[in-house]
């Protein structure tokens, strides 16, 4: 089980006892919002894109659009989604609980500026009912994320 894999990812930070498990589904940014009690734009919303052949993870904020124009000046190509299926087998969480913790090798994750005018935010922790609340320095470290990016819209 997803869930099970980032809390023993997070076990071995030692913050597993910072990992949420709702009572109710935060399969979409309108539903963790509402089960976590905070606005939409604070949930750390996790998309799966293809970059040549490989996944790679944007974490952006709930209220932010990806901009295929920024995409594709940033990464040289087309924002490709997986779909919910590829998503599911090449980053080993499914639709609704996607998250940027306890990937196969090889899945870089990548941070939108979006989230930098929050001091905590709330992404997944591999199930459509759970999440946990990083800083923006946790959330680079605890992903490995590669860098920020500046790949959406409608948040500013």
């Given amino acids: 089980m997803s869930l099970e894999k980032v809390k023993a990812y997070f076990r071995t930070l030692g913050m597993e006892e ?3 498990e709702l009572n109710e589904s935060s399969a979409t940014v309108e ?3 509402h089960a976590l009690g905070c606005a939409p734009c604070r949930i750390a919303k996790t998309l799966a ?3 040549g052949d490989a996944p790679v993870l944007i974490v952006a904020a709930g209220d932010a659009r990806i901009d295929n124009r920024k995409y594709k000046e940033t990464f040289h190509e087309k924002a490709r989604m ?3 299926e590829e998503t599911a087998e090449c980053v080993g969480h499914a639709v609704g609980g996607v998250c940027p913790f306890a990937l196969p090798a090889g899945v870089k994750v990548y941070l939108d500026e979006s989230l930098k ?3 905590t935010v709330f992404p997944a922790c591999g199930s459509a009912n759970s999440a ?3 800083t923006l320095p946790e959330l680079s470290r605890c ?5 920020f990016v ?3 819209k409608y948040w500013n």
């Fill in 150 to 152: 500046d790949v959406c």
């Fill in 117 to 119: 005018r929050f001091e």
């Fill in 132 to 134: 946990i609340e990083l």
């Fill in 18 to 20: 910072r990992v949420l």
């Fill in 49 to 51: 894109f293809w970059l």
């Fill in 82 to 84: 997986l779909t919910r």
């Fill in 31 to 33: 539903l963790a919002a």
């Fill in 143 to 147: 992903s490995n994320a590669v860098r």
